[in-house]
């Protein structure tokens, strides 16, 4: 962040009070956390569901913080330091994040969508980041409390800003993309994801398309051109649109795609991309990239060649070798169209071994739960998963739909946590097995994978090896 002066900040987020001895005091970023404030930044005090940033305000000052933005009347010891006062503390951080938002130069690309919009924001910085300054939203700062840090982080030396923006209610993406204001707007597409809280898939969309609805007429809107909802979501901009995907009707259309163990490669016109990732969906993602750095003036030759360094997000299919197992990390989320794409490069992965699915709920998915717990349980056997590993409250109705599509109750092994479930999934593996491990983030179905890499350190260790019996 550039630096600024506290009596700036205090103009700009109203009825703040500056301590006259610091005037002249600047802050060089902002932070939430007390943990991991750094000296010169400026503290916002921001009341969460189960915490309240009030009760750190000493340990920020201890860190170095140069000031705190505080809820009028909630600290009455500032021990001489500075704080800034507000009415509301939540609505300051998003007044100040969109303020900052203006004094910057660089184009801004958000990005929103029910699935993959970690993979696209990250495949769009690389494509950019080779030829141009800039940054990305980290981790997952893509809420009413990310975005504002992640526009921080923002410089007036870069050139461009890739934001991820997620919503779990209605409206939200209205409100961040309005501090945010995008000159490029990424939709990845609509599925099922929230859909407790969104209700329909037509309510997400007119969620998700509030992003569109924020770019200038000189902006560009990305689309995937395939989605069932791309013509209600372009219809409500007046931005330039580009559609991206696989069929025909799209301005960027992906053909020859191939997957094999260098990658998944394709073509776009007369240019041949190769990206060092499993799985068909990771051709979306980069085909928004490759739109967007064209907007930026960047040469498909160049996406192309910076695309071959590109590496899978933790938690996002991410390809990873623990011992002899090859094991895909898809750990972050699921619903049921990311859980459509896991099976589908489990169906496609290049190796010989034995196929497993290390499966978790889909969690907010409303009144059709079961029912979409079923369906994934079919796929699962549809796409050739050798045994599938079952943990959560769902666990039963995915076990029904996977016996019902032909898997034998034999294939199946069902477990209240994947706590419970971790043994006999290593002792099921064996050399040269690849395994996908998936569920809600509430299910943290990485704790499977500490497991799994705890195993191979004993293993490793002590010189056991598991022994086949044939």
């Known amino acids: 962040m550039d630096r600024i002066s506290i009596n700036k900040i205090s103009q700009v987020i109203q009825r703040g009070a500056t301590n006259p001895l610091q005037e002249l005091a600047e802050v060089a970023g902002i932070s939430i956390d007390s943990r991991t404030t750094q000296a010169g930044d400026l503290f916002f005090a921001i009341q969460g569901q189960r915490l309240d940033g009030h009760q750190f305000v000493s340990q920020a000052l201890s860190r170095g913080a140069a000031a705190c933005v505080v809820k009028r009347g909630a600290v009455t010891d500032s021990s001489s330091q500075v704080l800034l006062e507000v009415e509301d503390v939540n609505q300051a951080l998003m007044q100040f994040a969109g303020w900052y938002r203006e004094q910057q130069a660089a184009q801004v690309i958000g990005v929103t969508g029910s699935v993959g919009k970690t993979t696209t924001r990250s495949m769009i910085y690389t494509a950019l980041s080779s030829c141009l300054s800039g940054i990305q939203s980290p981790a997952n700062f893509n809420n009413e409390f990310g975005v504002p840090l992640s526009i921080a982080g923002m410089e007036s030396s870069h050139q461009f800003a890739v934001l991820e923006l997620a919503a779990s209610h209605v409206g939200e993406i209205r409100e961040l993309a309005e501090v945010v204001r995008p000159q490029v707007g990424v939709i990845t597409g609509i599925g099922h994801s929230h859909l407790e809280h969104f209700g329909t898939l037509q309510q997400t969309a007119e969620t998700k398309g509030a992003l569109f609805e924020q770019l200038p007429t000189s902006g560009l809107a990305v689309i995937c051109g395939d989605d069932p909802f791309a013509d209600f979501l372009t219809s409500r901009t007046t931005a330039r649109i580009v ?72 938690g996002r299919c991410h390809q990873m070798q623990i011992g002899e197992w090859a094991v895909i990390d898809d750990t ?66 995915v076990s029904q739909g996977a016996r019902s599509a032909g898997m034998s109750q034999n294939q199946i092994t069902i477990a209240a946590d994947v706590e419970l479930l971790a043994q006999d999934v290593i002792d099921h593996l064996e050399p040269g097995d690849v395994v996908l491990v998936k569920g809600s983030r509430g299910m943290r179905m990485e704790r499977l994978l500490q497991h799994l890499q705890q195993t191979v350190s004993v293993r490793e260790t002590t010189g056991a090896k598991k022994i086949s019996c044939v």
């Not at 191939?258 to 394709?266: A, K, R, T, V």
């Not at 073509?267 to 990732?277: A, G, K, S, T």
């Not at 978790?360 to 045994?387: I, Q």
């Open 243 to 314: 559609r991206v995907g696989l069929g025909e009707n799209n301005d960027l259309q992906a053909v020859s795609i191939e997957q094999d163990q260098q990658g998944i490669s394709f073509r776009v016109n007369d240019q041949q991309y190769l990206i060092p990732v499993v799985g068909q969906h990771f051709v979306n993602a980069a085909l928004a990239a490759i739109a967007v750095s064209r907007e930026l003036g960047i040469s498909e030759y160049d996406v192309s060649e910076s695309l071959r360094n590109y590496s899978t997000v933790p």
């Open 332 to 397: 972050y989320n699921a619903s049921p169209d990311s859980m459509r794409a896991a099976c589908q490069v489990l169906r496609d992965f290049a190796g010989t071994g034995k196929r497993i699915m290390v499966m978790g709920d889909m969690l907010e998915l409303g009144p059709e739960t079961k029912r979409y717990h079923r369906e994934m349980g079919a796929l699962v056997t549809e796409s050739g998963v050798n045994h599938l590993f079952i943990c959560g409250k769902l666990a039963e109705s």
